[in-house]
């Protein structure tokens, strides 16, 4: 694909009707990254002088797709001869802007018979002033580069990352407080919303390592570690976080998802080290920063997780609880009010049957808790499906190894 011509960073304004301009006001949809516009300039190109007699079918066609992708709440509206607005109500940003990009590959497609990637133009709307919107392309290589279900070299977030400033992050050794020698690998998994089909964060996975055995420690095994075992693990996720922070800013692009353990940052230096680390300043954990909370069980005091979520949430986009497949465990988060509950899949166990009846479990028992469910760290696709018909929003792959290491593989 022609990759080559990034588009201008110079916003541009787009005339929008009265109606379009009333329909926006007093809603947080822009703020959001909820609106776009696709532009069907390349058809218009293609019809030259025939224009005039096939604009209304183009539209017509248009119109069909918007109503074949849209939900019925959200607005649509045509507001020149080869543009239209799309304001999304439950979606934003990269999920937003696939839904515009699938649209228009679709009208393309149909009517030109290829979606070339210069002929996907894409705009977000960033504001409206004087009866217009302000517009800034969005680069159509960044979405679907978001639709890869895997990390790889073309992942959002790696945009602007120096691999050597990652290579030096990854990976660490220690010795544990009982003389284990352990060696942690950081890899990145894709969060991908189910309904759109788009990565809309990035999950850094912490993989561990008893180096004597070469085994993969399970999570369970880590919970067993001391507390400064556990302190060490949280501080070299976050250094190796800092590297990508940057990237994961603002409405557009994939937030970052940074595991942590309950013990560590429910603690002030915890808390002191999450702000404190180089790289990942206050408005970088602002902007696009989500801790995952990974020791959530039921026996975690409801009080003390409503205080130290509180004061994450301050700290960060949002907070993530990871709990095991135990109802009981959810019962603690009920005023948490936290952005999102994950189930991972290596908690999960036994023959396949008993794995998808506890997927459904999850998804039933955490209707209402959270904005957002993930089924992450899956083996294989298949499990998508099941993630969805449980109705949760979100999942993951597993990945195996490092991006380093399978570039070398």
């Given at each position: 694909?022609?990759?080559?011509?990034?588009?201008?960073?110079?916003?541009e304004r787009v005339a929008l009707p009265a109606p379009v301009i009333h329909r926006l006001a007093g809603t947080d949809l822009v703020a959001r990254g909820s609106v776009n516009v696709i532009s069907i300039k390349a058809i218009r190109?293609?019809?030259?002088?025939?224009?005039?007699?096939?604009?209304?079918?183009v539209?017509?066609?248009?119109?069909?797709?918007?109503?074949?992708?849209?939900?019925?709440?959200?607005?649509?509206?045509?507001?020149?001869?080869?543009?239209?607005?799309?304001?999304m109500s439950h979606d934003q940003g990269l999920a937003a802007q696939?839904?515009?990009?699938?649209?228009?590959?679709?009208?393309?497609?149909?009517?030109?018979?290829?979606?070339?990637?210069?002929?996907?133009?894409?705009?977000?709307?960033?504001?409206?002033?004087d009866g217009a919107a302000v517009c800034k392309r969005v680069d159509p290589r960044i979405v679907l580069a978001a639709r890869a279900r895997r990390d790889s070299a073309r992942s959002p977030v790696r945009i602007a990352v120096d691999p050597g400033d990652e290579s030096r992050?990854?990976?660490?050794?220690?010795?544990?407080?009982?003389?284990?020698?352990?060696?942690?690998?950081?890899?990145?998994?894709?969060?991908?919303?189910?309904?759109?089909?788009?990565?809309?964060?990035v999950r850094i996975e912490p993989m561990v390592t008893h180096?004597?055995?070469?085994?993969?420690?399970?999570?369970?095994?880590?919970?067993?570690?001391?507390?400064?075992?556990?302190?060490?693990?949280?501080?070299?996720?976050?250094?190796?976080?800092?590297?990508?922070?940057?990237c994961a800013q603002g409405p557009n692009t994939p937030e970052l998802i940074l595991p942590a353990s309950f013990r560590t940052?429910?603690?002030?230096?915890?808390?002191?080290?999450?702000?404190?680390?180089?790289?990942?300043?206050?408005?970088?954990?602002?902007?696009?920063?989500?801790?995952?909370?990974?020791?959530?069980?039921?026996?975690?005091?409801?009080?003390?997780?409503?205080?130290?979520v509180g004061l994450l949430r301050a700290l960060t986009r949002g907070v993530i609880a990871r709990v095991p497949p135990d109802k009981e465990a959810l019962r603690v988060l009920r005023d948490a009010r936290v952005a999102a509950l994950a189930l991972d899949a290596s908690d999960l166990s036994g023959e396949a049957g008993k794995i998808a009846m506890d997927i459904m479990a999850f998804g039933r028992d955490a209707r209402g808790?959270?904005?957002?469910?993930?089924?992450?760290?899956?083996?294989?696709?298949?499990?998508?499906?099941?993630?969805?018909?449980?109705?949760?929003?979100?999942?993951?792959?597993?990945a195996t190894y490092p991006l380093s290491k399978q570039a070398a593989a």
């Open positions: 694909m022609p990759f080559d011509t990034p588009p201008s960073d110079a916003n190109a293609w019809a030259g002088d025939w224009w005039s007699h096939k604009r209304a079918d539209w017509t066609y248009v119109e069909r797709k918007l109503n074949d992708h849209l939900d019925r709440q959200d607005l649509r509206a045509r507001i020149s001869e080869s543009e239209f607005l799309i304001a696939a839904t515009s990009v699938k649209i228009l590959e679709d009208v393309l497609t149909h009517l030109l018979g290829a979606a070339s990637v210069t002929d996907l133009g894409i705009r977000s709307v960033i504001g409206v002033e992050r990854t990976p660490v050794a220690f010795t544990t407080a009982g003389g284990a020698a352990l060696r942690v690998d950081f890899t990145l998994e894709h969060v991908v919303n189910l309904r759109r089909n788009i990565t809309t964060a180096l004597a055995s070469g085994r993969q420690a399970s999570a369970r095994t880590l919970t067993k570690l001391s507390d400064r075992d556990v302190a060490f693990i949280d501080e070299s996720t976050l250094k190796y976080a800092s590297v990508f922070a940057r940052l429910g603690t002030q230096r915890g808390r002191d080290l999450l702000t404190g680390t180089a790289g990942l300043s206050l408005s970088l954990l602002r902007g696009g920063v989500m801790i995952e909370l990974v020791d959530i069980t039921r026996g975690t005091p409801a009080g003390r997780l409503l205080e130290v808790l959270a904005a957002m469910t993930i089924l992450q760290g899956l083996p294989a696709e298949g499990y998508f499906a099941a993630a969805d018909t449980a109705g949760l929003t979100h999942a993951s792959l597993r």
